[in-house]
């Protein structure tokens, strides 16, 4: 007789890594996972799975998982844990923690998450029970991913948005109300390779087996871009400056969408003024697009019905990203594509819940007016940046580094890091970062795997559980999903459970209202009217409603806005292209174009030496950034990190398919393997991320091989965006390539 027991579940973070949200049936037998698939019935991926959700079997019960506590016992670098248990890590943990709020302030121990996944909330509620308005995604220069975008979108419309695939429809591209959308530009995003920030990457395919033409804006040759009505192949970092040209055409050849422009948009006549100093020759030298392929494009975009903007990491990357994601917007603005079938659809969390409370009403109810104050006054870089002071409560990534190396204005001594590879992955000038958060006082990590930020840094290391061994909720956007534990693996915990007994401790009265991690869960599923229980009983899924969360057409009727009435979300119940609120920060209400901060523009004499231009991280399905290189099914498929050259180039430089070689710059060099490839421009190349081995020699120096594979050891530090968000030098970063026997 079979035994085997198939739950319903969703798929977020730990596993496969990423920000999640597809529906997977787990085959559980004697306690183990013994099989995952797609589930059919759940309508975010409709039966589809990536390949790392494939090996779960192999990630959840790995030889090298860790699944006890561990405490370091020799120096930090020897690479010497002993399992310890939890009771001791917590108190290991508390104490520690104490002593340096003591000593130092609460705010000077940071906490560090990786990318948005099932982090923000625990990672928060931690921070702001210890009491420190310090938390931050360490490395992450210019906060380059995702609150950039974030960021412009809610300051300008009032919300954000993303492309309408019928996400919000409960029977998805059969539902009646959607359009398809006759144009997606995939912006800087290659969705296909992942599933980014809360969007199944199918989803683009299956509007394009629909009839949807894509304008890709990629610097590569893809799958994506060889299918495409266009492909405006810019030079990387340039995304600004062809925005503002194709804003510039449409309005030029009077292709807007009057009516709406007329009736919800503050500042047209302003934006016409701006994009018409960016005109399509000079454009087209910037950008090296032909000028008729960016009118080409503009002309398609807003003659479209309907059309929509999917847009990625690379617009973060932009020197002052926020800029560029403005410029962005106001193209979906000013052709009517928002709130509307089709279009760009407003992305609220479902039913209104969050996962965790961020608003200051309810943070002073837990925390104390003190704690606000804190956030304001000590969060770093909220006193440089207004921007960072006001939108999110994230201190900014590169001063914080700065801080722990400076100790000015106060000493950073502690870090609590969770969910992110600091050393081998998230961060820029890794090397930097990495020898500064030697000084640090106490580090623990939260992790599954030793991976180089272990290995260098952990006084304590937690291990996390992965999503088939984890209770949780989501609210990121629909549907509303609540995850129910299935199987142990060791003693690993979530990440939730975790920080939910440290915050007790730490915040005995705030924490006191919830008995259970349910109870917290279920307070934030109250404007849902629903429980864990009765979601798990609907099956661990529900749609929105017809109301605020639900699309379309909301700011005619009312649902967007506090006061009821119609409109956007924002002061002046219009779309402000001219943004009032930039400029109260001291910031250009309008957007605009900054050049790369290495290019042959703007550092000729640099361009000479590294005349290559490299595009780092362009995703791939087999790994999620910095994870993944130890799980054999998918390391067999990609064993060595590539760099994609151009035949041509190689040739130019004596370098043969499958020789290794370095990528070269002034702040070092970096191991790849040549991989002759037509994906690239001449001028180009591409090499993946977060490549250390894990099969090699983890105590420091090797680190796992970090110090040779890591290409962030010469990725540079902050570009200065006024808006202190955007600008990672990940995509734009210029470099040469040297034989290793030379
Ligand atoms: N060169 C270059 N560098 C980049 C980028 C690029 O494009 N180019 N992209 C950048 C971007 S956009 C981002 S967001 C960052 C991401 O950087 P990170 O978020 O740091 O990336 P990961 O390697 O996915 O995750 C870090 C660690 O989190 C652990 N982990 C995964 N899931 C969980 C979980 O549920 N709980 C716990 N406790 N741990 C978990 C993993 O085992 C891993 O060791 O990298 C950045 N780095
Ligand atoms: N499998 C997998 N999925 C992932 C991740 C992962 O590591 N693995 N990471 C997750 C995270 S945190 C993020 S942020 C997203 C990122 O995913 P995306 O937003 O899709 O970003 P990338 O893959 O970095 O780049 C997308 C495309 O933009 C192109 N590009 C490079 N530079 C530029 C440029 O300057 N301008 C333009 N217009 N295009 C450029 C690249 O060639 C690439 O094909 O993916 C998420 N999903
Ligand atoms: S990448 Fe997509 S398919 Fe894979 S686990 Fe994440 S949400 Fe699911
Ligand atoms: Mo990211």
Excluded at 75 to 90: H, L, N, Q, V
Excluded at 169 to 186: F, G
């Amino acid at each position: 007789m079979d035994d085997t027991t198939v739950y319903r579940t969703t798929a977020w973070s730990a596993g496969p890594g990423c920000h999640g949200g597809c529906g997977q049936k787990l085959h559980v037998k004697n306690g183990k996972l013994v099989r995952i698939e797609g589930d059919e019935n759940h309508p975010w991926n409709q039966g589809r799975s990536c390949p790392r959700v494939l090996a779960m079997t192999q990630y959840m019960y790995h030889p090298d998982r860790i699944t006890r506590p561990l405490k370091r016992v020799g120096a930090r670098g020897e690479g010497k844990f002993e399992p310890i248990s939890w009771d001791e890590a917590y108190d290991t943990c508390e104490k520690r923690l104490n002593e340096i709020k003591r000593k130092y302030g609460a705010e000077s121990a940071i906490f560090v998450q990786g990318t948005g996944r099932d982090i923000g909330g625990p990672i928060t509620m931690l921070a702001y029970s210890y009491g420190s308005p310090n938390w931050v995604q360490l490395g992450l220069s210019g906060h380059s991913c995702y609150t950039p975008r974030l960021g412009a979108m809610k300051t300008v419309m009032g919300d954000f948005a993303v492309a309408d695939c019928s996400q919000y429809l409960e029977r998805r591209y059969e539902d009646p109300q959607w359009k398809v959308p006759e144009i997606i530009i995939t912006w800087g995003q290659n969705s296909t390779m992942g599933c980014p920030d809360g969007f199944f990457g199918s989803w683009v395919v299956d509007c394009m087996k629909l009839g949807t033409r894509i304008i890709a804006v990629e610097p590569r040759n893809t799958w994506l871009s060889s299918r495409a009505l266009h492909h405006l192949q810019l030079r990387p970092g340039t995304d600004g400056a062809l925005a503002l040209a194709m804003i510039n055409v449409i309005i030029g050849e009077g292709l807007y969408d009057k009516e709406f422009v007329a009736k919800w948009v503050q500042g047209f006549d302003a934006l016409r003024e701006r994009a018409a100093q960016y005109p399509l020759d000079e454009v087209a030298k910037i950008t090296e697009i032909p000028a008729q392929e960016i009118a080409a494009a503009a002309r398609a975009f807003a003659r479209a019905k309907q059309a929509a903007v999917q847009w990625g990491v690379p617009v973060d990357m932009c020197p002052d990203g926020t800029a560029v994601a403005h410029a962005i917007t106001c193209l979906s603005v000013i052709t009517g594509n928002i709130d509307k079938p089709g279009g760009q659809v407003i992305a609220r969390p479902s039913h209104g819940v969050t996962s965790y409370p961020f608003s200051t009403e309810e943070l002073v109810k837990l925390y104390g007016a003190d704690l606000i104050a804190r956030l304001n006054e000590k969060r770093i870089g909220a006193d440089v940046y207004p921007m960072v002071k006001n939108f999110r409560g994230w201190a900014q990534p590169d001063m914080v580094i700065d801080q722990v190396e400076s100790g000015v204005p106060y000493p950073v001594k502690a870090a609590w890091i969770q969910t992110a590879n600091v050393v081998g992955g998230q961060s820029a000038r890794a090397k930097f970062h990495l020898e500064a958060l030697k000084k640090l006082e106490f580090i623990a990590v939260v992790d599954l795997f030793h991976n180089p930020t272990t290995m260098a840094l952990a006084d304590i290391i937690l291990p996390a559980a992965t999503f088939p061994e984890k209770d949780s909720i989501r609210s990121w956007w629909a549907p509303l999903i609540s995850i129910k534990k299935r199987v142990q693996v060791g003693e690993c915990k979530s990440d939730w459970e975790i920080n939910f007994e440290l915050a007790k401790r730490f915040n005995p009265e705030g924490m006191k209202r919830w008995k259970t991690l349910e109870d917290m869960f279920n307070e934030r599923l109250a404007p849902s009217k629903m429980t864990v229980a009765d979601l798990q009983q609907q099956g661990g899924f529900k749609m929105p409603e017809d109301g605020p969360f639900k699309p379309y057409f909301r700011h005619e009727r009312g649902l967007l806005r506090p006061d009821g009435k119609p409109g956007f979300n924002t002061k002046s119940g219009k779309i402000e292209v001219y943004c009032d609120t930039f400029e109260g920060w001291g910031m250009d209400p309008l957007p605009f174009y900054t050049e790369p901060p290495q290019s042959e523009r703007s550092t000729p004499e640099l361009f000479k030496k590294y005349p290559l231009v490299m595009i780092t991280g362009a995703r791939s399905q087999l790994f999620f950034h910095a994870e993944h290189r130890q799980i054999p099914w998918l390391r067999e498929k990609l064993p060595d990190p590539t760099v994609e050259i151009h035949p041509e180039t190689a040739k130019k430089y004596a370098i043969y398919d499958g020789e290794w070689v370095y990528l070269e710059n002034d702040m070092g060099r970096v191991k790849r393997k040549a991989k002759f490839s037509l994906q690239v421009k001449r001028h180009h190349v591409h090499t993946m991320h977060g490549w250390w081995m894990p099969e090699m020699e983890g105590k420091a120096p090797s680190l796992y091989g970090v110090g040779d594979f890591q290409i962030n050891n010469i990725i540079p530090g902050p570009q200065c965006a006024k808006s202190g968000f955007g600008g990672g030098q990940y995509k734009t970063t210029l470099c040469t390539l040297a034989k290793i026997s030379a």
